[in-house]
């Protein structure tokens, strides 16, 4: 039904909604008498400074790609280097304990060899002091140098020359619960650790009265007490003095600081005290081991 009313009549609300209409009415024409016969298709404007930027934009994240790129190629290169150097300072390690067994090996022969003439030898009845060390021997870091001070310069202090091993002194280990069979040098420092097991100067002779203090490595020169922390308490400890054998049984079982140098103190009865570092290839602290001389 048509609305009959004049224009005077309508409010402005059915004014504006009939002019709305009319355009409507007037678009459907255009569209429908359109010679062509295409149809709408709506079409994104791109504000100026936007399409001025769009290449602008394309180059940055091209740049960031090959930069993204070169990193990770660089991280893979780093990568690569730690894993070479890491397998090199094994192979390093390795050759150089193969090394050290093959001495051990030599030496041993050398002392079946000799054993018969040990009797020839002086005995080493004037020993040192005790080391005065701040630290237990057996480490696997070998030791830094002292910085000079600024402007004076050091004099070289002549290290204290090692004892000739005695006829009574220790000249092998043997361990046979975890495999450990090793020649015995006097000394225990940086320098004496690399040819075996170590006997602290000063310390008592295998069967003596007094502490038998042996140190060694557990992770370079052959690792010799790498197996050390696998012994148990109560089993055989063999230590030899030329021809003579000596057997000390495992009593206590122990990890200390490096500075705890209490386990050096000398004893009454006849022990043996046997250091090593302690956890293997970080060597932080210092395992111990005491047995009694057996009976």
Not at 4 to 15: G, I, N, T
Not at 244 to 263: C, E
Request: aromatic residues 4%.
């Amino acid at each position: 039904m048509s609305d009959k009313r004049s224009v005077d009549d309508l409010s402005l609300e059915e004014l504006e909604a009939l002019v709305e209409k009319r355009r409507r009415i007037e678009r459907a024409r255009q569209f429908a008498e359109n010679p062509d016969g295409r149809r709408f298709r709506p079409v994104t404007v791109m504000p100026a400074e936007s399409a001025k930027n769009a290449p602008a934009a394309n180059g940055a994240q091209k740049v960031k790609r090959l930069r993204d790129r070169a990193l990770l190629a660089v991280e893979v290169l780093a990568v690569l280097g730690l894993v070479v150097i890491i397998i090199g300072s094994l192979t390093n390690l390795q050759s150089l304990n193969q090394q050290s067994v093959q001495a051990r090996d030599a030496t041993l022969s050398l002392d079946s060899a000799t054993s018969t003439a040990s009797g020839q030898q002086l005995p080493g009845s004037s020993f040192p002091p005790p080391s005065q060390s701040s630290e237990l021997p057996g480490s696997s870091f070998p030791p830094e140098p002292a910085p000079p001070a600024l402007g004076i310069q050091l004099q070289a202090v002549a290290a204290v020359p090692v004892p000739t091993p005695g006829p009574r002194s220790p000249t092998r280990i043997v361990i046979p619960s975890v495999n450990i069979d090793w020649p015995v040098v006097e000394g225990d420092s940086w320098e004496e650790l690399k040819q075996g097991i170590g006997h602290h100067v000063g310390s008592a002779n295998p069967g003596e009265r007094g502490n038998l203090i042996l140190s060694g490595h557990d992770d370079v020169y052959g690792e010799p007490f790498r197996d050390l922390e696998k012994l148990s308490i109560g089993k055989d400890v063999l230590v030899y003095a030329g021809n003579t054998t000596f057997r000390y049984i495992i009593q206590a079982k122990r990890v200390v600081a490096p500075a705890d140098l209490t386990v050096l103190a000398p004893s009454k009865n006849p022990i043996i005290t046997l250091i090593t570092c302690t956890p293997y290839r970080i060597d932080t602290s210092r395992l111990v081991l005491i047995g009694e001389l057996a009976p």
